[in-house]
């Protein structure tokens, strides 16, 4: 099991920044990371792609092509990318429904703990995409999702057709671009030989400033 990270799931609680919460909500993540865990079946898969930077911020991930000046950015100097998809399996979606019905603050609990986990999995498989990397002598960019940023959802389709993420993991999309099962994700990481210096990523790229769960800097 990837280690989860507390403060994480503290932030999506509403707790900002290094606040402690109360012994009781602590025992409570820790029991709902436990029965978590007993409904996760992590899955992922990724494929590699020659990356062409085109004018006016539009990148050529030669299965598809995606407009975004903040990918643009994040991926200045990469000759490739990798393109994955990782999700926690549909068993959390239904521990998160039943709880929804028998216990709301369990269910609320229950949620930041998938969203924390999703988050800790996806830099498991970073990690080991990184270290696979370095024995080519490359650099990996931070991961990149659609949503983040100027990067629309509706490029959804376009990462799960080139996955082919319904057969290779089991996600399929909804008619508003969503991901089921909901603990999912799909990103880009681009891959360099150049060590980028400083690379916003996460929140920091985001547009929505009034966002509950963000990052405190």
């Excluded at 799931?9 to 009781?24: A, F, S």
């Excluded at 996760?40 to 407009?67: A, G, H, I, Q």
């Excluded at 024995?135 to 990996?140: I, K, N, P, S």
């Amino acid at each position: 099991m990837a280690e989860v990270n507390r403060r994480e799931i503290y932030r999506y609680l509403g707790i900002k920044g290094q606040q402690e919460p109360d012994p009781q909500t602590k025992d409570l993540v820790e029991d709902c990371l436990g029965e978590l865990e007993r409904s996760v079946n992590c899955r992922s898969f990724f494929r590699r792609y020659p990356l062409t930077l085109l004018p006016d911020s539009e990148l050529d991930f030669t299965c598809f092509k995606v407009k975004s000046r903040a990918l643009s950015r994040n991926l200045k100097d990469c000759q490739e990318v990798i393109l994955f998809a990782a999700t926690l399996g549909a068993g959390v979606d239904l521990l998160l429904r039943r709880y929804s019905r028998l216990s709301m603050s369990r269910a609320v609990v229950l949620q930041a703990c998938a969203a924390a986990r999703i988050e800790s999995y996806c830099n498991e498989i970073n990690d080991k995409l990184k270290a696979e990397a370095a024995e080519e002598g490359l650099y990996l960019r931070p991961r990149f999702s659609p949503g983040y940023g100027d990067l629309p959802l509706s490029c959804q389709p376009d990462f799960c057709r080139v996955l082919e993420a319904e057969k290779t993991v089991g996600i399929t999309l909804t008619e508003s671009f969503l991901m089921m099962p909901s603990k999912s994700v799909t990103a880009v990481i681009g891959v360099s030989k150049i060590a980028a210096g400083c690379v916003k990523e996460g929140c920091e790229v985001c547009s929505n400033k009034n966002c509950l769960y963000r990052r405190d800097k």
